[in-house]
């Protein structure tokens, strides 16, 4: 696979082929995303929750953000690399907005970089864009701002508030965004709003319709176990296969059955042995 790029997505969806992402926080896991031909890698600030053991997105920070995309940028050269703006990197001023997503872009080496909002940070995309930066927005469930949206809820429900969100996707597009994250809202509005829009349309809990789908790599490997969205297929259990393998490891050296002759080192003859006894 060559490199991806933001055009061949968009001929993608012109095509009518659907994009696949997911999500990676470390090399060896970007590795086999890029082997697996995913077009798109988001190193996302769900790693707050799927590997750092926080319970949400809010405190994640730009050092952390970069600290993961450097190993996800080494690991997998393919797939395009998506950074995400933690919360209240972008939302003090456009300049603040561009010295970040400029980081991401120089320190952590992405393609591109992800943030959450509609109309709101229109201006603030736009601002982004014009600085040379492709953005990606994220509208529908926002989940940097779970505490304002009254929690993890479907939104869009009902015609003004799918009017809401319809308006958030055509005002990025106008601001420049290349591509848009649907999180959690009605698949017949996700459909619309595919169909309304030229840039691809990535769903997570948005229904069958979307230009791609994204999951985060922890949900549908069985990884992470507090909790389950609707929204997720849990393609493998690993947690399961590693805890019998981890069980399986303390048994045996229990029971002396690891390590075997195979895995030790000679290098000291009898004689060498008996001086040194
Ligand atoms: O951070 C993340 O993983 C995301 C996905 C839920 C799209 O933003």
Redesign the pocket.
């Given at each position: 696979m060559a490199k991806m790029t933001t055009q061949k997505l968009k001929e993608m969806k012109d095509q009518g082929i659907k994009i696949s992402m997911t999500?990676a926080y470390d090399y060896p896991t970007a590795y086999l995303v890029d082997k697996a031909g995913i077009e798109i890698i988001?190193v996302?600030?769900?790693?707050m929750m799927?590997v750092l053991g926080d319970d949400s997105?809010v405190a994640c920070t730009m050092e952390q953000m970069i600290h993961h995309i450097k190993p996800v940028v080494l690991g997998a050269p393919n797939p395009l690399i998506v950074g995400?703006m933690p919360f209240g990197s972008y939302n003090v001023s456009k300049e603040q907005a561009i010295v970040n997503a400029t980081r991401l872009m120089k320190e952590g080496r992405c393609d591109v970089i992800?943030l959450?909002g509609g109309k709101e940070v229109a201006d603030t995309v736009k601002a982004i864009v014009d600085a040379g930066i492709p953005v990606m927005g994220?509208i529908g469930l926002t989940?940097q701002t779970v505490s304002k949206l009254g929690g993890f809820k479907v939104q869009g429900k009902g015609e003004e508030a799918a009017r809401g969100v319809l308006e958030d996707a055509l005002a990025l597009q106008e601001a420049g965004a290349w591509g848009i994250?649907l999180?959690c809202v009605p698949e017949m509005l996700a459909k619309l709003i595919t169909e309304k829009l030229e840039i691809p349309t990535i769903g997570?809990g948005g229904g069958r319709y979307c230009d791609g789908q994204?999951l985060?790599f922890h949900d549908m490997m069985g990884l992470f176990e507090k909790f389950t969205p609707k929204f997720v297929k849990q393609y493998r259990n690993l947690a399961d296969e590693m805890v019998s393998a981890l069980s399986t490891f303390k048994e045996e050296i229990r029971t002396g059955a690891f390590p075997e002759e195979k895995h030790v080192f000679g290098g000291v003859g009898e004689e060498e042995l008996k001086r040194l006894y």
């Open positions: 999500t988001l996302g600030d769900s790693l799927a997105t995400d992800k959450e994220h989940p994250v999180e997570i994204v985060v």
